[in-house]
């Protein structure tokens, strides 16, 4: 039945007992909270006067910022239940004394002094619960779980009014003080055995101590002034704050002065309150129960954020209309129903959204600074008001107030997304973000680090470093590789070449040229090819030096030089050198003459004799032990045209294409063209689950080349055949990405993954409740399934990468990939504000849970039983899901429906 009703109530079974704990918890903080305001209340109004009441909220100001300034100094060094043990039996030793005096008819400052307690010691409750829950509660869970547990403050104030309006009116308001002591007494043993077996909150991060604790509360609160400029959440949220406790307060005094004036004494006030916080608690107990979490699951968290300062200003508005005790019991219903019940679940979410090393500091400001500043302004205006005794005077002051706190709290709304991803890119590496950022930004320092990175020793680190300086600032490659380059190796050079050769200007051909000259030949002719490919006429009259150049890479530059400016003079000389290099017994020379095949040298390299001889040296260099000859046959074959056939060369490629090194097989894939289509389909149908992404990807981009709709293919291989891994489909996204395809192919192939998603969840459900746990291969297909949902999950976002939304999309993703709860959630909080309201619905019911709870019929059909499950699994294009199927299916026995 408990787990019954937990599911009712959107609770996991896991999560039983943590919520069982806080909801205790909360009930007797809420008891004791509830004998207190309505002790207070009905004390200070019936022995001491209602008149006084402007000039307590000044003084609650100036209280709540001294103990603030206490409180800010040990929030974020201490675990918050340290600092919950603290607090309650400080204020039990100041109840027992307020209880003492007033049984002894000691002074009547007594009065106002135990209203300024109650105040108090409300807020730092009231802020320090909040910040408990934070450290024991991710975001994600805690839009599910925090109104039941709230409920839990409910109930409790439900019990503490019941009990003060049956037992006030017979044992004295006074007496109820000890009432209050003893729901203390019954907090801090729930603390203390709780955290006992449990340990710390485990989201507690101490910060650095300082040696004068005034030093340390005030750079605490300085901290928070400062962290305003930089965060416009806290900002908002502080303004918004500001308004709220004005109207909220002018909101108490106006209904308190219409209760006072309506009850005589303070045994009927006093039961009064008792039975009004029964009935608003009840109120609220309903809505956090039943209705808060399942209307922000529904209108989202900006919504409903709205909500409070909205019936606010309509319970001034009835108010001004009729200013009786109907419209003073709805404005309570709104002050302590509607507020618990919406406003505070909400305010905690808005708060979870700052980084979790500042919340303390930005609620500590938010009682030293915001709330006292916000009571002084409404002590002040109420003090104001009673000079002038117009009944209209209070109901308009709360209309401002709660129009401005309206106001703010769309800022708020506005502000809370770009919090949540500002922290997550401060946190997580989002490389394409990041290296966006870098080209549009040119940071200096991240540019002298990339160049330092360039000149570094080890070429392959220093060809990584000038990928990236080459797309971020060409001009600084341009005058900087060229220098590394006398340091490289051979192939290192010519890698260097093909970074320089699409940076096509003037200023960079002005920069090689100052390079030419050096005793490095091979320097010298990556120059002057890079120089020839884009027709510099400053450098053409070297052309025929280098044909008669003694240096074999100096003579391929001429030769390149001479037909493809064109030099028609030199056309046959240079054929000739190009014929001797491939006619040269060194392997090394015959190499060189067969890189020479490019694109615009195709109408030469197709005509006898240099077509026989680069066939010959290819079919060799293939066969070659050396991995860098072998690519550089395979280079040269991707160049070769299709329609000039080679089918000596097809069985070499085919088995070049099982080669252990990546790089090689990469490269076969570039010459696919030159296989027969059956081969070449098989070949790039299996090359998509390569283990290297590279090859993946070119393996996608291959295969799509050869269909007349590039897209269309593609979309119907993610949607309609789900063909290949996760990885494999990875690769398919990517390249409808870089083929610009639309929105709303996109968003269909994103909501194909999601459904696809679904169908692993409710394959899992299926499994666990089929299959023997114990039995060989379930935990393997169990875990495979579960692999694959996250896998396909990740897809359904990065399909959306080329949106509106791509940067968000990229934090989202790397947010749900970090492994860090709090990172999780706070992807979660941004997946459920996408603009893509069915996708994000659909993604977050799998992270809820609710995807278990969907009937299998309907989502797949044909996974009601196990028989049925494993005839899914075995038609799958997956081919790991589809071993981990047969691996299953062949060792379990007869399946149970």
């Known amino acids: 039945m408990l787990v019954r009703l937990a599911g009712l109530l959107l609770v996991r079974r896991d999560e039983l007992r943590q919520v069982g704990f806080f ?23 019936k022995r001491y006067g209602i008149e006084y009441l402007p000039v307590m909220y000044a003084l609650v100001s100036l209280f709540l910022a001294a103990i603030s300034l206490l409180y800010a100094a040990f929030v974020d060094l201490i675990p918050p239940e340290r600092f919950f043990k603290i607090l309650f039996l400080v204020l039990g030793g100041l109840l027992a004394a307020s209880w003492e005096v007033m049984v002894r008819d000691g002074s009547d400052l007594v009065y106002p002094a135990y209203f300024l307690i109650y105040e108090v010691a409300s807020e730092l409750l009231l802020v320090h619960g909040a910040l408990y829950l934070g450290q024991n509660l991710v975001q994600t869970p805690s839009k599910r779980l925090m109104p039941i547990i709230l409920a839990g403050h409910q109930i409790g104030v439900i019990l503490g009014g019941l009990v003060l309006a049956l037992l006030a009116p017979t044992i004295g308001v006074h007496n109820m003080l000890l009432g209050w002591s003893l729901c203390l007494v019954l907090s801090l043993v729930l603390i203390v055995g709780w955290h006992a077996r449990y340990g710390v909150s485990p989201y507690f991060r101490a910060g650095r101590k300082e040696r004068s604790r005034l030093r340390q509360s005030v750079t605490q609160v300085t901290q928070g002034m400062r962290l305003m400029g930089s965060s416009s959440l806290l900002k908002m949220s502080s303004a918004a704050l500001f308004f709220m406790v004005i109207s909220t307060y002018v909101l108490c005094y106006t209904v308190n002065r219409i209760y006072s004036d309506t009850f005589a004494t303070e045994e ?19 809505l956090q129960v039943l209705v808060t979490n399942r209307v922000i699951r529904r209108f989202g968290v900006k919504n409903v954020n709205l909500l409070f300062p909205t019936t606010s200003f309509l319970s001034f508005a009835a108010l001004l209309l009729s200013f009786g005790l109907p419209a003073a019991v709805l404005a309570s219903f709104n002050k302590d129903a509607l507020m618990p019940a919406f406003r505070n679940p909400v305010r905690n979410i808005f708060m979870d959204a700052l980084p979790g090393h500042i919340q303390g500091r930005a609620r500590a400001m938010s009682i030293v600074i915001v709330i006292p500043l916000a009571l002084l302004a409404a002590g002040f205006f109420l003090w104001a008001a009673q000079r002038v005794e117009h009944r209209f005077q209070l109901p308009l002051l709360g209309m401002l107030a709660a129009s401005a706190y309206l106001f703010f709290n769309r800022l708020m709304n506005a502000a809370y997304l770009r919090e949540i991803v500002t922290n997550l ?15 549009r930004g040119h940071d200096e320092q991240v540019l002298q680090d990339l160049e330092r990175g360039v000149m570094h020793e080890d070429d392959s680190i220093s060809l990584a470093y000038s990928r990236v300086l080459a797309l971020s600032s060409p001009g600084r490659a341009a005058e900087l590789l060229p220098r590394r380059m006398q340091q490289a190796d051979a192939p290192t050079r010519d890698e260097f070449v093909r970074m320089l050769r699409p940076l096509q200007s003037g200023e960079l051909r002005d920069r090689l040229r100052n390079h030419l000259g050096t005793d490095d030949r091979q320097l010298d002719a990556g120059i002057f090819l890079a120089l020839f490919e884009s027709r510099d006429e400053e450098v053409r009259d070297w052309v025929p030096l280098l044909l008669e150049h003694e240096t074999g890479r100096l003579r391929t530059a001429g030769v390149y030089g001479a037909l493809h400016y064109p030099i028609p003079i030199l056309q046959q000389r240079a054929l000739d050198v190009w014929a001797e290099l491939l006619a040269d017994p060194r392997l090394d020379q015959a190499l060189l003459g067969v890189e020479l095949i490019q694109p615009e040298l195709e109408p030469f390299f197709v005509r006898e004799p240099v077509r026989s001889a680069c066939r010959r040296h290819i079919a060799e260099m293939l066969q070659s032990p050396d991995g860098h000859t072998v690519r550089s046959a395979l280079n040269a074959l991707k160049r070769w045209p299709s329609s000039v056939s080679l089918p000596e060369l097809t069985e070499p490629l085919l088995d070049l294409c099982h080669s252990p090194d990546w790089t090689v097989r990469h490269a076969c894939l570039r010459c696919t063209h030159l296989l027969p289509a059956a081969e070449r389909e098989d070949l790039l149908t299996g090359a998509i689950e390569d283990t290297h992404p590279r090859v993946r990807s070119t393996a996608v981009t291959t295969l799509a080349e050869g269909e007349p709709d590039r897209v269309g293919f593609l979309c119907r291989c993610l949607v309609e055949s789900q063909l290949g891994s996760p990885k494999a489909q990875e690769a398919m996204i990517d390249c409808l990405i870089e083929a610009g395809a639309p929105a709303e192919t996109m968003l269909r192939v994103s909501l194909a993954k999601a459904r696809d998603a679904h169908r692993m969840v409710v394959a899992r459900a299926t499994l666990a409740g089929c299959a023997p746990p114990d039995a060989q291969g379930t935990q393997l297909l169990a875990h495979a399934l579960g692999e694959r949902m996250t896998q396909l999950v990740d897809l359904a976002l990065l399909a959306l990468q080329s949106s509106d939304c791509d940067e968000n999309i990229a934090v989202i993703r790397a947010g749900l990939q970090s492994g860090d709860q709090r990172q999780f959630a706070d992807a979660c909080e941004l997946l459920s504000h996408l603009s893509h309201k069915e996708l994000a619905r659909s993604l977050l019911e799998l992270f809820d849970g609710a995807a278990t709870q969907s ?12 028989e049925g499950l494993f005839e899914w699994g075995r038609t799958r294009l997956d081919p790991w899901l589809r071993d981990c199927v047969s691996y299953a299916s062949s060792h379990l026995g007869a399946p149970r429906t």
Do not use: H, N, W, Y
Not at 277 to 286: E, G, H, I, R
Not at 425 to 439: E, I
């Open 23 to 45: 909801f205790l918890l909360m009930i007797t903080v809420g008891a004791g909270m509830a004998l207190g305001r309505g002790t207070t209340d009905a004390l200070f109004f």
């Open 855 to 866: 009937e299998p019929a309907s989502v797949a059909p044909e996974m009601r039983c196990l």
């Open 268 to 286: 009927s006030l006093s039961a009064f309150f008792g039975m009004l916080t029964a009935a608003t608690s009840t109120t609220a107990l309903v």
């Open 425 to 439: 890119r401060k946190r997580l590496f989002v490389p394409s973000q990041q290296l966006r950022d870098l080209v």
